[in-house]
């Protein structure tokens, strides 16, 4: 048998003077009582890491650039609205009830409204947050120093996916909510009870979009080392769903059911056309959000899928209620929640199965 | 305090025989190994058994057994690539091994991994803090996922950052810090959480030679004074000598010695490998025949104007005293083999053979 440094040990239960307050949480809390400790140790590690990740957020410069995005989005929107709304109204363009959710829905001459800048430019909140969210920690050699630390890796990625949603949620609200209060003050249009419902509606509608994004940042910061590649991924993506999808939707369907040969088949075709084009279309986030949001916010939708003209007679010519129009939106908003979560546990399982190593 | 710290030491005596009587499985075996090594057996709190992991074509580290004692400040040693890293991954249940196991204070490190980081605290190789915040913050970032709140935890802070010399630069942004001032708040992050175990992965990496000093000098000290266990990875060997119990000495994922520095010593002299360097004046015909009719020596090398004498036993007493008597002049005399960087070569040697 080797020989043990004998003095080592003994000496240290003398001086051991920096151990003060030795192991009164490290093993003593584990063996014994479980169950509801260990229970409440999660929850406070989970805060911990949210509260970090946040202060982080909103500490780094990243925090001004977003500001200045959702900001852009809130005026140019606004101004879109406020000059928008009163041509629209002499114009005889739209109808003059619920004036109020057309604050968010009407655009001027050239600037697009509130809704469709936030199709557009939400995914963009959500890529912010999300692109480095672990890859950063990886190459700064935090991620290694973190993972050594009593807590359960997942963790890490679900306070990251929290801290990201909660911050778009906090913009988000603060934005449609500005734009709301505002509106009243500036056009002197009351919102009724279902207006706020219907906004409350389409703002939770935009935080399950960014959070889609979020969700699928951090699947890119997950998978790919540098966040640079992570971020020109995220933005690929954004890409294809924004414009791509909609011309490779009409080309699938185009092929499948030709509709320009101007015989009796094209015209067979017609319904098939708009179907497939519209079920492709739906597959991309972005489609999916415009056309919820648009419902929600205009009652006036009646309906979402093509309709023959059979199906329309004896519909009486009014608005939807509240029930009715989420009732049209319902799978639109399963679906994107399911896409968000869907793209988290991917992002979730590849970081659970990683090896995660010095940089 | 006082009473408080008085209040540990019966805990802390206590707790690998608690750990012992918890594995049920290993009581048997332990039971009958108990009479014979008694204590000794109790003190190990690292151990791994045939622990192996393979990346594809490599095996990253070949059916490692290790055995670390309480207290005592362990050297891996090895090249780039030998499995350091990987051994002390697989200790932090960081890499699922793919045969063997590993277990600290007798819990497996695989399965028990959260269990196991309570008590074992790692330093990982180029340690990286957040670099918006400061190093109190980042400190009170880990005790605060360890369990420490308030005032507790902002006094283990500043002992924390007065222990490691760091007081002065604390409230600065850890994004401005040096390679060394990272090392050494990188120690106070790992002892925020008070661990039994330290796992150091090449601390001495791209540190200047005074600050690799206060390193060792804390090293030892964590070791001597806290009562710590240190498991340290270095390819640096003069370091790493100076201030390790026990070595072990990694090469292509194989442990191929280990023990103290004498202990790796004897082992090259053992196996006629290392012997002994002459070099004499005037060099002959007669003194190769004097040297060949030497009693235990069994084998004499030329190298140059250095002999390379192979004995079974330490003939340097006897050597001196016939080469005196003939007339010879000693210019050299060296039992070979005797630092760690000879013994290191000639682990490196070996083994390059049975691989390669």
Redesign the interface.
């Known amino acids: 048998m080797q020989t043990l440094k004998a003095p080592a040990d003994s000496r240290a239960k003398e001086l051991a003077g920096e151990g003060g307050s030795r192991r009164e949480d490290a093993r003593g809390e584990g063996t014994g009582s479980r169950g509801q400790s260990e229970e409440n140790r999660r929850y406070h590690v989970l805060k911990v890491l949210f509260r970090k990740e946040t202060a982080e957020f909103i500490n780094s410069r990243r925090m001004i650039l977003f500001v200045v995005l959702t900001a852009l989005i809130t005026v140019s929107g606004f101004y879109a609205a406020v000059s928008g709304l009163a041509e629209a109204i002499e114009g005889g363009n739209t109808a003059t009830d619920f004036l109020f959710l057309k604050l968010f829905t009407v655009s001027a001459n050239s600037i697009p409204s509130y809704n469709s800048l936030m199709a557009l430019m939400g995914p963009f909140i959500g890529i912010f947050m999300g692109f480095d969210a672990i890859n950063s920690e990886r190459t700064e050699g935090t991620l290694n120093r973190l993972v050594s630390q009593p807590l359960y890796r997942d963790q890490i990625i679900v306070s990251k996916f929290l801290a990201g949603l909660f911050i778009s949620a906090v913009m988000v609200f603060a934005s449609g909510l500005l734009i709301g209060s505002v509106g009243v003050i500036a056009t002197g249009l009351i919102p009724s009870g279902e207006e706020i419902g219907r906004l409350f509606i389409y703002l939770c509608f935009c935080v399950v979009y960014i959070g889609f994004w979020l969700a699928a940042a951090i699947l890119f910061s997950t998978v790919c080392r540098h966040a640079a590649t992570s971020a020109l991924a995220c933005i690929a993506v954004w890409l294809f769903c924004a414009i791509f999808v909609s011309l490779l939707a009409g080309i699938v369907a185009d092929a499948l059911y030709p509709i320009n040969g101007g015989d009796m088949q094209a015209m067979m075709n017609e319904m098939g056309n708009y179907s497939c084009e519209l079920n492709l279309n739906r597959t991309s986030p972005y489609y999916l959000f415009a056309e919820a949001a648009t419902t929600v916010l205009n009652p006036g939708v009646r309906t979402i899928n093509a309709v023959t003209v059979t199906q329309l007679s004896g519909a009486i010519s009014s608005n939807l209620t509240l029930g009715q129009s989420m009732l049209l939106v319902w799978p639109h908003l399963t679906g994107l929640a399911a896409l968000m979560l869907a793209v988290f546990a991917i992002s979730y399982v590849s970081f659970m199965r990683q090896e995660i190593r010095s940089r | 305090?006082i009473s408080?710290?008085k209040k540990?030491?019966p805990?802390?005596?206590m707790?690998p025989e608690?750990g012992g009587l918890?594995r049920a499985g290993e009581g048997a075996t332990a039971g009958t190994e108990k009479n014979i090594?008694g204590k000794?057996e109790d003190?190990i709190v690292v151990r791994t058994e045939s622990l192996t992991k393979i990346y594809g074509d490599l095996t990253a580290v070949d059916h490692l057994d290790l055995q670390i004692?309480?207290?005592?400040v362990f050297g891996l040693l090895g090249p780039n690539g030998a499995g350091k890293?990987t051994t002390t991954?697989m200790l932090?249940g960081?890499?699922e091994p793919d045969a063997g196991k590993a277990t600290i204070?007798g819990l497996d490190c695989t399965r028990n991994a959260?269990?196991v980081?309570?008590?074992?605290?790692?330093l990982?190789?180029?340690?990286?803090?957040?670099?918006?915040?400061t190093g109190r913050e980042n400190l009170r970032?880990?005790g605060?996922?360890?369990?420490?709140e308030g005032k507790?935890l902002e006094e283990?802070i500043d002992?924390l950052l007065e222990?490691v010399g760091m007081a002065q630069a604390a409230d600065k942004k850890t994004g401005t810090y040096s390679r060394g001032m990272r090392q050494r708040l990188?120690i106070a992050?790992v002892?925020m959480?008070?661990p039994d175990i330290i796992i150091m992965?090449e601390p001495t990496l791209g540190i200047d030679p005074e600050g690799v000093r206060e390193l060792m000098w804390l090293i030892r000290d964590l070791?001597?004074?806290?009562?710590?266990t240190i498991l340290l990875s270095s390819h640096q060997l003069y370091q790493v000598q100076r201030v390790c119990?026990?070595m072990g000495i990694f090469v292509k994922g194989k442990m191929v010695a280990c023990?103290?520095l004498e202990?790796l010593g004897q082992q090259i002299g053992r196996d006629g490998t290392g012997a002994l360097e002459l070099s004499v004046y005037p060099d002959n015909i007669s003194l190769q025949r004097i040297l060949k009719e030497m009693k235990g020596v069994l084998d004499i090398e030329k190298n140059s104007d250095m002999y390379v004498i192979h004995s079974s036993f330490d003939v340097r007493r006897a050597l001196s005293k016939k080469l005196t008597e003939e007339g010879y002049t000693i210019m050299h005399l060296r039992q070979a083999g005797s630092d760690l960087d000879e013994i290191y070569r000639k682990y490196f040697e070996k083994a390059g053979e049975q691989v390669g």
């Open positions: 305090m408080s710290e540990e030491f805990e802390k005596r707790s608690e918890s090594a000794m003190d004692r309480k207290g005592e890293t991954l932090l960081l890499t204070h959260l269990q980081k309570k008590a074992v605290g790692y990982p190789d180029n340690v990286g803090f957040y670099g918006t915040m970032f880990m605060r996922i360890n369990g420490l507790a283990r002992r222990r990188g992050d002892l959480k008070d992965d070791a001597e004074r806290d009562g710590r119990d026990r023990g103290t202990e």
